[in-house]
């Protein structure tokens, strides 16, 4: 998603930019894919790199001493192998989603959900202009919404006409 197109756009019209996109960059020898197959490719990726992701965690939150990364990982693929019957074959995706700030996000959500007694936006709270979405370690800012601007500015202007 960008600043330009934003999220409010509709669902058909995200895709028919997915879509164009997908055919500007494509390799030749690629087949020819419409919308539809796109969305479906992307839940059926979403979808097993979710579970994967759970798997991942899990492991991590037994915080076994001596495991490297790579051992995590091949933990993962075991139970993912184990509970599912096959490999999981999205781990290059995994690999390009695991740190962009949505993901990390949304990873970082469910592992607060499991503390007890964790506040949403955690130790530190967020500035009125910003969200923080990550803890002490990185502190990238996502900038406010364009309905809580919207929201925040009518609130404002009502308070002023009281």
């Known amino acids: 998603m960008d600043a330009v197109h934003g999220n409010e756009q509709k669902s058909k019209r995200y895709w028919q930019r997915v879509w164009e996109y997908f055919n500007k960059y494509?390799?030749?020898?690629?087949?020819?894919?419409?919308?539809?197959?796109?969305?479906n490719r992307w839940s059926t990726i979403q979808l097993a790199t979710n579970k994967f992701c759970?798997?991942?965690?899990?492991?991590?939150?037994?915080?076994?001493?001596?495991?490297?990364?790579?051992?995590?990982?091949r933990d993962a693929k075991k139970v993912y192998k184990e509970l599912h019957k096959s490999s999981f074959p999205f781990e290059h995706c995994w690999n390009e989603l695991r740190y962009c700030p949505?993901?990390?996000e949304d990873s970082?959500?469910?592992?607060?959900?499991?503390?007890?007694?964790?506040?949403?936006?955690?130790?530190?709270?967020?500035?009125?202009?910003?969200?923080?979405?990550?803890?002490?370690?990185?502190?990238?800012?996502?900038?406010?919404?364009?309905?809580?601007?919207?929201?925040?500015?009518r609130k404002s202007k009502s308070k002023l006409s009281q």
Do not use: H
């Not at 979405?133 to 929201?151: F, Y």
């Open 54 to 73: 759970g798997y991942f965690d899990q492991i991590e939150r037994l915080n076994q001493s001596g495991l490297t990364e790579k051992d995590k990982v």
């Open 102 to 104: 949505k993901w990390m």
């Open 108 to 153: 970082q959500s469910k592992k607060q959900k499991t503390k007890s007694g964790a506040t949403p936006s955690g130790s530190n709270p967020s500035t009125p202009e910003s969200e923080n979405i990550e803890d002490d370690s990185g502190g990238l800012e996502r900038p406010i919404g364009r309905k809580a601007a919207k929201e925040r500015a």
């Open 26 to 39: 494509k390799p030749e020898s690629d087949c020819n894919r419409n919308q539809a197959s796109l969305m």
